[in-house]
């Protein structure tokens, strides 16, 4: 009865999220490109967020150091921005992640906390981040790891990814995306 309970909370409080949102990806707005042949457009993606299985090689480096590798990646997909890829903790070198003073609060996961990534001499604060104890229906991401490729070199399938515009955004652009992205000159409402 109280997972019941618990479920019909968790369902009304991401409907209350969702509300405070112009853009839910159930329409594509008149400003947004349309995606050619195997291209996607990051305004079809949904609000609340939706979490794939990503079977691409995913590699996170920095100069020659390689931080993590792995197949087994989710991609955290949401209107109007580029995926999030989150890398099982298993996969990412042990001794390449310190904890950070950061947190930040997502209202559909959660609370997440910092790391400080180290390769080599070198260190990157908050440079990636995970999520504890996330909530219910983003539980899938326990275990995971999400990198900022501002500061690191990001690769799907061997192919440099750009960052996300905007200093507080995580998202991967990979050639096969459209946009325009949130994080952009104009896109605070988006």
């Known amino acids: 009865m109280a997972s019941e309970r618990d479920s019909a909370e968790e369902i009304a409080r991401l409907q209350r999220a969702r509300a405070q949102w112009r853009h839910v990806g159930d329409a594509r707005p008149p400003f947004a490109q349309t995606p050619g042949p195997g291209q996607e457009s990051v305004w079809d993606y949904p609000r609340p967020p939706r979490i794939e299985a990503d ?4 590699v996170v480096r920095s100069g020659n150091v390689e931080i993590a590798r792995t197949r087994n990646a989710l991609r955290l ?9 989150y890398l099982p903790r298993a996969d990412v070198r042990p001794d390449a992640l310190t904890a950070a003073t950061g947190t930040s609060h997502c209202e559909w996961k ?10 080599g001499t070198r260190r990157f604060e908050s440079a990636a981040w995970f999520y504890p104890q996330p909530e219910l229906t983003f539980a899938a991401l326990r275990d995971h790891v ?16 750009l960052p996300q515009p ?12 459209v946009g325009p992205f949130k994080g952009e000159p104009g896109s605070a409402g988006w």
Request: aromatic share 12%.
């Open 77 to 85: 997909l949401e209107t109007a921005s580029p995926p999030t890829f």
């Open 166 to 177: 905007g200093r507080f955004y995580a998202g991967w652009i990979t050639p096969e995306l």
């Open 55 to 58: 079977r691409r090689e995913i």
């Open 146 to 161: 999400a990198f900022y490729p501002q500061q690191l070199e990001c690769l799907v399938d061997g192919v440099r990814v």
């Open 110 to 119: 959660g609370e997440a906390h910092d790391l400080t990534v180290i390769a």
